[in-house]
């Protein structure tokens, strides 16, 4: 079982930065974002692979959002800009050991899962 512990989240005013965190208590081979604000479902935000080797963002962060890591298996961050009224949700972290023939994109994709960390954007 691998734990995972994001940080980060908080109220930014809108057009304001963000960086989010997630460590995992054990190695992983990538790291995704997903978010889920109410009454809609969980979307996808980015992913990344451990090594940086790979990466995916939805349309509706690409541009504005950087993900990275430290280089171990460990530790991967997303830093979001120009926050709008569409991006207050509940962010998820994501991970899994290994690529597999499902989307990064995709939940299928993913062992295991962080508690959430709340964003919220005031305008």
């Known amino acids: 079982q691998v734990q995972l512990v994001e940080s980060g989240g908080g109220l930014v005013q809108a057009g304001d930065s963000l960086r989010l965190s997630c460590k995992a208590s054990?190695?992983?081979?990538?790291m995704g974002w997903f978010r889920q604000a109410p009454g809609t479902e969980r979307e996808f935000v980015a992913a990344?692979?451990?090594?940086?080797?790979?990466?995916s963002y939805a349309d509706s962060v690409r541009g504005r959002s950087t993900l990275s890591t430290d280089g171990t298996e460990y530790t991967m961050a997303l830093e979001m800009n120009n926050l709008t009224p569409q991006d207050p949700a509940v962010y998820y972290c994501?991970?899994?050991?290994?690529?597999?023939?499902?989307?990064?994109?995709?939940?299928?994709?993913?062992?295991?899962w962080g508690q959430g960390t709340q964003v919220t954007v005031s305008s």
């Open positions: 054990r190695p992983t081979y990538v």
């Open positions: 994501a991970a899994a050991r290994t690529l597999t023939s499902a989307p990064m994109a995709s939940g299928s994709h993913y062992e295991w």
């Open positions: 990344i692979t451990y090594n940086g080797a790979s990466s």
